[in-house]
């Protein structure tokens, strides 16, 4: 049987619209299923934060308990019933994640809330019977709560391997719903790829029947001068024409959304990292940062100092403090931070990171000129955070003289109409300067142009500076270094426009 031309047309151009809108449909179904499985996983990834806390709050439960037992000193009671309300806040928001991701952990197999609920009973348990030592401490009866206090270590071990258990159960679902995102997001990928050939073939085989069925008639058509076939054959063009347009625009679109997942799939793959890698980092570091603060703390008043060593130990701690300090703000990184706003002038906090990066400074061959008429006013400020935007900003400026060079730093207080006074900050170095092209991304999380650099650093002193009401820009160019201004309203908060 003979199948006509209008036949063979019209089965491509359904063909095409298959091809089209199945993959549009598909592409919706998976972009559901991949914000769903998203916010499950980001869920789980806070469910494994609060547990890194829980048990570190319960972990610090039993370290106090020994501090009292050695220094009977009752703050170390207060310290410890901190901890305990701390683990039954740990303990409620846990719960109440882990009931948010019910459909996640179907698998009957891993009953996580019972384990829970078992963990919270042992936890009871164990916090009456430590109750009975503090009793036993409290009425001067060492010896007998000693020996109490050694019988519950066996209780506290228990709970600790609970909660690593517990752990391993979610680290277990976690892994499988990445799994099951790389396997979805495989199959969009060999879809893709299988599309885009599929419709370049029908396309060509619209294109061939097109010209040899209609175009080269109408041509000879037209040299025959039938000018009423002609007008009619040029309204048929023009129809389909149309239609192959339409259908065009329809590729183009699903593979706009096809990168959009890609793209959104890409950043969730990202935060996910991040709080992995927070959680080492807590994990890993401010257990051991914290016995080290209190090890000083029992060094400080144990020895006998002289002034200039007790100077040194209040640096270390403060440093200490510091360190903790960027620990929280990474870990934080995906949440606003909290400011802890305090009446204080920017000049304090420019020399206390001077002073900070004394040493730093010296081994880079970084002369530092600080240019100001007079100390600046007191203003609202988290000191902590903006010392460390100053700080990233410095290191930053140092790195890039690599063979040491001039830093400035200008101090004054200027006024912008309407907004009044406000305190600007100019941090001028003599460096290689940035190229225009990157400019505009030096502030976006995770861009860094040094290999072992996270990209982090000056997305967070943005941040900082913009939820203190400010703004920072940048002005660099090539062979001439890189001036970093900041501007914050001397009074109150202003919604500056973020260039």
């Not at 007008?231 to 990168?259: C, H, N, P, Q, W």
Request: glycine share 6%.
């Amino acid at each position: 049987m003979k199948v006509n031309t209008r036949t063979r047309v019209l089965v491509l151009l359904v063909m095409t619209l298959m091809v089209s809108w199945g993959g549009a449909i598909f592409t919706l179904w998976f972009a559901q299923q991949a914000k769903r499985l998203n916010a499950q996983t980001t869920t789980t990834v806070e469910s494994l934060l609060t547990l890194e806390h829980l048990v570190e709050s319960f972990i610090m439960q039993k370290g106090y308990l020994t501090y009292y037992f050695l220094s009977e000193d009752p703050k170390w009671l207060k310290i410890l019933r901190n901890h305990e309300e701390a683990f039954q806040k740990y303990l409620k928001n846990l719960r109440l994640l882990l009931s948010r991701t019910d459909s996640f952990f179907s698998d009957k197999s891993i009953s996580i809330l019972d384990d829970l609920s078992q963990l919270e009973s042992m936890y009871v348990r164990y916090s009456a019977r430590r109750d009975q030592v503090l009793n036993l401490y409290r009425s001067g009866k060492r010896t007998e709560g000693m020996t109490l206090h050694w019988e519950i270590r066996k209780e506290f071990h228990e709970i600790l391997a609970y909660a690593k258990k517990i752990q391993g159960q979610v680290e277990e679902k976690l892994s499988q719903a990445r799994t099951l995102q790389n396997t979805r997001f495989r199959t969009l990928n060999l879809l893709a790829w299988g599309a885009m050939p599929t419709s370049l073939i029908i396309t060509s085989l619209l294109a061939i029947i097109l010209f040899r069925s209609l175009l080269d008639p109408l041509r000879r058509l037209a040299y025959e001068d039938d000018m009423e076939n002609e007008v009619t054959g040029s309204d048929e063009i023009r129809a389909l024409y149309k239609k192959i347009a339409s259908l065009m625009d329809s590729v183009t679109e699903v593979s706009s959304k096809l990168e959009e997942s890609r793209e959104h799939l890409a950043q969730s793959e990202k935060m996910a990292l991040v709080g992995r890698l927070a959680a080492g980092v807590v994990h890993s570091i401010r257990n051991p940062l914290t016995s080290v603060k209190m090890r000083l703390f029992a060094l400080e008043r144990s020895l006998k100092l002289t002034p200039t060593q007790r100077e040194d130990f209040e640096v270390i701690s403060e440093e200490i403090h510091h360190i903790d300090t960027i620990l929280r703000n990474f870990l934080e990184f995906a949440r606003p931070p909290r400011l802890t706003m305090q009446r204080i002038s920017f000049s304090d906090i420019t020399d206390g990171a001077l002073q900070l990066l004394h040493h730093r400074l010296e081994s880079y061959g970084v002369r530092v000129t600080v240019h100001r008429s007079d100390r600046m006013p007191e203003s609202e400020l988290d000191p902590d955070q903006m010392k460390e935007v100053l700080v990233n900003i410095i290191l930053n400026a140092c790195e890039a003289m690599v063979d040491g060079g001039n830093l400035d730093i200008f101090e004054e207080v200027g006024t912008v109409e309407p907004h009044g006074q406000i305190i600007l900050v100019k941090i001028r170095d003599t460096g290689p300067g940035i190229p225009q092209d990157i400019q505009n991304k030096i502030f976006e999380p995770f861009f860094s142009t040094k290999d072992e650099g996270s990209g982090l650093g000056l997305s967070i002193a943005k941040r900082v500076v913009e939820d203190h009401g400010g703004w920072i820009h940048v002005h660099s160019n090539l062979g001439q270094g890189t001036t970093f201004v900041i501007g914050i309203p001397l009074r109150g908060k202003i919604a500056w426009p973020r260039l």
